[in-house]
């Protein structure tokens, strides 16, 4: 905010909720429990409304139980207004959102229908179509919408302009005089490129024989994420990136790898497509990998693959990816050469069956217009600020195992690291460094205050300074599991914190954590329960020995 209490921007969360499939968008509708409801599909917006700023949300396309998420009064009013006493939040349709209402499920009858089901139920402004602009008039007139709903429904859409100021005189707005200096800025720059050099999760790294990249070497970056420019983006990414309105500003990871490769030499080819069945640029690719010292292979998906109006239907790599992958490790297998394996993808890529080959394996996702300086830094081991997998990356089975339709969560195999039982590819968390840590944790219950304090020191037993992130979760007892009728997660992330250690120092991490809040379990209700019985507090690297400490409540 300003100093006259101008909020920089009107933040809104998307999608509410539970918005997963995009096959028959706006016409879909899945059965999800009370347990589902809060313990997954409205815990993330829980967390938003009553610990963020967020002036509303916009509805999603599909419908939950049979109700179409922008006419879901249970939803908009009692959970969002009521239960989260967010009276003011401002709820806005996606685009067309209103018309798709004449279909399925509920087939309204006419476009005042639609009208009539959405603004009685808690939505304030249509996006995208117009049965609004048409038919509200007459449904105020005719006395099917009150002018109490109308007028609601305009406060909670004007009261946030208010706020920021929109109405004031410009000289009392901050926010109307930012200098055009702060575009493309070095402060802005510098936190960019300490985001992405967060962000990349280092999967593997076996002896250090791969990574970090040697300058001066020859490195051939081969696989068609290595060259690629609009192709780090991700879906929603538009012309703006550029001055030039294109992508020409957009290092490669080629390019960005070259860069840092002083006194080197570093050659690149695409070898195949993304999506293809184009093999003509293969031999090119083979010879460049047999001359190097060092081999990059970028493989993933990009948003020809991976945007909005489809469903992937398998986590494998498209067109003929697996097959020049194959060859590349087969040259890297007889010449002895350090290979690396870099993924560039949004959504989950499964390598079971390749995991073995690399030398190396790096997560990257969407890299975007800058995102190649800062993964290049990262493996030349200029910095050591790797992240941690924000998401389990299943074996590709697993999409002919679970129905994309399916909305249990719990259901086997199960979803995500809180029920998946199977062996995952890697694990949510998974991240490692080129440093090594030793990590060593005390706790501590106050008595009667339902607080515990874990103390833990992260030691720098490596040979370079480095980022360590602890992750601290919470797993009932089995003594709880036994007795509740609902599903239990395996464990639940509750919080994390990212510490810097110098070589051979040591620092300290303190987190708090409150029972009452942090222990409870979504009952079949979609009620936060504290259970009587044990309960673990597990501290984590994603990789190496965790902490256990076991509580009794």
């Known amino acids: 905010e300003d100093d006259h209490g101008h909020p920089r921007m009107l933040p809104y969360l998307k999608h509410f909720t539970a918005y997963s499939t995009e096959k028959n968008r706006g016409h879909d509708t899945y059965n999800i429990s009370m347990h589902d409801f809060f313990d997954t599909y409205l815990a993330q917006y829980e967390i938003a409304f009553q610990e963020g700023k967020p002036v509303g949300a916009m509805c999603s396309y599909n419908a939950e139980n049979g109700f179409p998420s922008c006419a879901n009064n249970y939803l908009l009013n009692t959970v969002v207004r009521e239960m989260w006493n967010r009276t003011d939040a401002h709820i806005t349709t996606d685009c067309g959102a209103v018309t798709n209402l004449r279909g399925p499920p509920i087939n309204a009858a006419s476009d005042m229908d639609t ?107 081969v696989g068609p994420m290595g060259v690629t420019r609009a192709g780090l983006l991700s879906d929603y990414a538009g012309d703006q990136q550029c001055f030039s309105a294109n992508d020409a500003c957009i290092p490669t990871i080629a390019e960005a790898i070259a860069l840092l490769n002083t006194d080197g030499v570093t050659q690149s080819a695409a070898g195949v497509d993304v999506n293809s069945n184009r093999t003509d640029g293969i031999q090119a690719a083979i010879q460049l990998v047999e001359s190097a010292d060092a081999i990059v292979l ?133 991240g490692l460094s080129y440093t090594a840590f030793k990590l060593t944790c005390t706790s501590k219950e106050k008595e009667g205050s339902g607080s515990i304090s874990v103390v833990c020191n992260v030691e720098n037993v490596g040979n370079m300074g480095g980022d360590e992130v602890l992750m601290v979760f919470h797993s009932a007892g089995q003594d709880i599991r036994d007795k509740v009728k609902h599903p239990v997660p395996i464990k639940q992330l509750i ?14 991490v303190a987190f708090s954590i409150d029972k009452a809040s942090e222990f409870a379990l979504i009952n079949e209700d979609g009620v936060k329960t504290l259970y009587k019985g044990r309960h673990n507090v597990i501290i984590s690297r994603g990789h190496g020995n965790d902490v256990n400490f076991p509580f009794q409540v």
């Open 115 to 221: 009208v009539l089901f959405t603004i009685r139920n808690g939505t304030d402004l249509e996006m995208g179509s117009s049965n609004w602009i048409q038919e509200l008039p007459d449904a105020v007139q005719s006395g099917q919408v009150s002018e109490k709903v109308l007028d609601e429904a305009l406060r909670r859409g004007f009261i946030h302009h208010f706020r920021a100021g929109r109405f004031d005189d410009l000289g009392s707005v901050a926010w109307s005089k930012v200098p055009g200096s702060v575009i493309n800025s070095t402060q802005h720059r510098d936190i960019q490129f300490s985001a992405g050099l967060q962000s990349v999760v280092l999967l593997k790294n076996d002896d250090k024989s791969a990574l970090p990249l040697v300058r001066g070497t020859k490195i051939a970056v």
């Open 298 to 430: 970028a493989l993933g998906i990009d948003k020809t693959i991976e945007h909005e109006g489809i469903d992937r239907v398998t986590i494998d790599l498209p067109g003929l990816q697996n097959t020049f992958a194959e060859k590349i490790y087969e040259v890297a297998k007889v010449s002895g050469k350090p290979l690396v394996l870099i993924l560039c993808n949004g959504g989950p890529l499964a390598i079971d069956g390749y995991v073995e080959q690399p030398n190396a394996i790096v997560e990257a996702f969407n890299l975007g217009g800058a995102g190649s300086s800062p993964l290049a830094s990262l493996l030349f081991g200029d910095a050591n600020k790797w992240g941690k997998l924000p998401y389990t990356i299943y074996p590709k089975e697993y999409v002919n195992q679970q129905s994309m339709v399916n909305y249990d969560m719990a259901k086997y195999p199960g979803r995500t690291y809180k029920y998946y039982q199977e062996k995952a590819v890697f694990a949510f968390g998974y």
């Open 495 to 508: 919080d994390f914190q990212r510490v810097a250690v110098s070589r051979g120092a040591t620092e300290s």
